[in-house]
């Protein structure tokens, strides 16, 4: 590989890797405002349904700047896949909205749609943003069983994942050196 191949691959997995750390950062956020306050949790969680998805197109975006026609495909499959998120989500408002479900139960499940959305997108770019989509779903979970001390279980989890991210890809450059 040439130089300058090799300087565009850096900026790309740093930004990714930033991605990932940063939606990393705002799932603990939502899971913090869910605890302390249900209804605002819920409309947090609704906010990064759009926030996922505007990140994933970046991602994607990132890894087809240099195919040709795959930006526009990508784009669509993207778009497609995150406006049926939305219209989960919206069906998950009007069940809350309709008095069977609470705020918080509305919260946690829409951060279980959130979590799915997400591990399905991975699998189309790449296996970092379905670690992000594994990390909400045991959050979701952790949540649910730990009252007293799921914050605590979520944010070494979060660690864990951000530090074994790292790691994995300092190997992978070590040895592809």
């Known amino acids: 590989m040439s130089e300058n191949t090799v300087l565009p691959q850096k900026r790309k997995l740093l930004a990714e890797i930033i991605i990932v750390v940063l939606l990393v950062m705002l799932a603990m956020t939502g899971i913090g405002i869910t605890d302390f306050s249900p209804n605002d949790g819920y409309a947090y969680?609704?906010?990064m349904v759009i926030v996922f998805a505007l990140f994933a197109?970046?991602?994607?975006?990132?890894?087809?700047?240099?195919?040709?026609?795959?930006?526009?495909?990508?784009?669509?499959?993207?778009?497609?896949?995150?406006?049926a998120s939305l219209l989960v989500v919206g069906c998950a408002f009007l069940v809350q909205k309709s008095g069977r479900m609470d705020a918080m139960n509305a919260g946690l499940i829409i951060s279980l749609i959130l979590s799915l959305s997400t591990i399905l997108d991975g699998i189309r770019i790449g296996w970092r943003f379905s670690l992000i989509g594994f990390f909400l779903g045991a959050a979701s979970v952790i949540t649910t069983y730990y009252n007293d001390s799921f914050f605590w279980i979520n944010l070494m989890l979060a660690i864990f994942i951000i530090v074994g991210i790292i790691l994995l890809e300092v190997m992978q450059r070590k040895a592809a050196q």
């Open 45 to 47: 969680w609704l906010l």
């Open 57 to 83: 197109m970046l991602t994607g975006w990132l890894q087809s700047r240099h195919q040709t026609g795959q930006f526009k495909k990508m784009i669509q499959e993207q778009a497609l896949h995150w406006c």
